[in-house]
C-alpha cells in the first residue's frame, strides 16, 4: 500500500546493548532485525492541520506470539490513509511490531528469553525496550493503546491507568468489540479482579507513559481471545480502537465547552 502525503513511515534500529542508537531512517521495505540492532517501525497519521491534533500511540506486538494486534494495526493504518477526513483532529503514531525477534521466533518473548512487557521504566538495558522508553518520552502520548491477545481468556477484556478518562473509554470499546467476539464476564481475569471485562490493577514494568509525566496519559490496554478466530480478533480489536478515539473527541469537545 502506498502511503499518501499525511502519512509518515519512519523507524529506528534499537541498538544492541551497550550500542549507540543510530539516528532516525525513512522507509524500510523490509523489518527484518538488521545486523547492528532491531529495526521497530513507526507510521505516523498527521492531524490534516498541522499541530492541531489529539496524539496518541498504538501499540502492538510487544508479545511476538500476539499476531491479532499487528495485523489490527496495519488495518487501522490502511484507515487512516483511505480516510484521513475521519481522523482530521489526531495525531495518531502506530508502532505495529515492537517485539520484532519475538515476532520472528513465534514467541511471546524477544530473542533475549524476555518477556518485554514486565521491563519497562525499570532501567531495562533490553534495546527494544530502550528505544520504545525514548519515544514515550519524547512524544508524552495524551493516549496509549496497547494491543493484546490473551489465549487464556475466552472473551475480550481491558485494563485502564492513567487518567480517569480510561475506564469510561474502554465500555463503549468492549461493546464495539461485542459485534464480533464475546466479552469477558469473568470477575476475575488474568488473576485480577474485573467488573464486565474492565481491570483497573495491572502488571508492574508494561509499556506505559513515564511515571513522570504530567498531566497523566490517558491508558488502556485492549486484549482479544487469542483462541478465537483471526479474522474476528482483528475485527474486534479495530472496532475497539476506533470507538475509543471516537468517544475521546466527543469528551475532549465536550470539556472545550464547559
Request: aromatic share 8%; hydrophobic share 35%.
Amino acid at each position: 500500500m502506498k502511503l499518501p502525503p499525511h502519512l509518515q513511515f519512519t523507524g529506528r534500529q534499537a541498538a544492541q546493548r551497550g550500542g549507540v542508537l543510530p539516528p532516525s531512517t525513512r522507509l524500510m521495505t523490509e523489518i527484518d532485525p538488521p545486523e547492528q540492532g532491531v529495526f521497530i517501525p513507526k507510521i505516523v497519521s498527521k492531524p490534516l492541520k498541522k499541530g492541531h491534533g489529539i496524539k496518541i500511540g498504538i501499540f502492538a506486538g510487544i508479545h511476538g506470539d500476539e499476531e491479532a494486534g499487528t495485523l489490527a494495526t496495519q488495518e487501522l493504518i490502511r484507515w487512516a490513509a483511505e480516510k484521513p477526513e475521519e481522523l482530521h483532529d489526531y495525531e495518531l503514531h502506530f508502532y505495529p511490531i515492537c517485539n520484532p525477534t519475538g515476532r520472528t521466533l513465534g514467541t511471546r518473548h524477544s530473542h533475549s528469553g524476555l518477556d518485554l512487557n514486565r521491563e519497562f521504566w525499570f532501567g531495562s538495558t533490553e534495546p527494544e525496550v530502550v528505544y520504545l522508553e525514548g519515544e514515550l518520552r519524547r512524544e508524552r502520548y495524551e493516549g496509549i493503546i496497547s494491543l493484546h491477545s490473551d489465549d487464556t481468556s475466552d472473551g475480550c477484556y481491558g485494563f485502564v491507568s492513567g487518567a480517569l478518562l480510561s475506564e469510561h473509554l474502554l465500555e463503549p470499546a468492549l461493546q464495539a468489540a461485542a459485534e464480533h467476539l464475546p466479552r469477558n464476564e469473568q470477575h476475575i481475569i488474568d488473576g485480577f479482579l474485573a467488573s464486565r471485562g474492565i481491570i483497573k490493577e495491572g502488571y508492574l514494568g508494561i509499556l506505559s507513559a513515564p511515571p513522570e509525566q504530567r498531566p497523566h496519559a490517558l491508558e488502556i490496554v485492549f486484549e482479544t481471545p487469542a483462541l478465537a478466530p483471526m479474522d474476528a480478533q482483528v475485527k474486534a480489536t479495530v472496532a475497539a480502537v476506533k470507538r475509543i478515539l471516537a468517544e475521546y473527541r466527543e469528551l475532549q469537545a465536550y470539556a472545550a465547552n464547559l
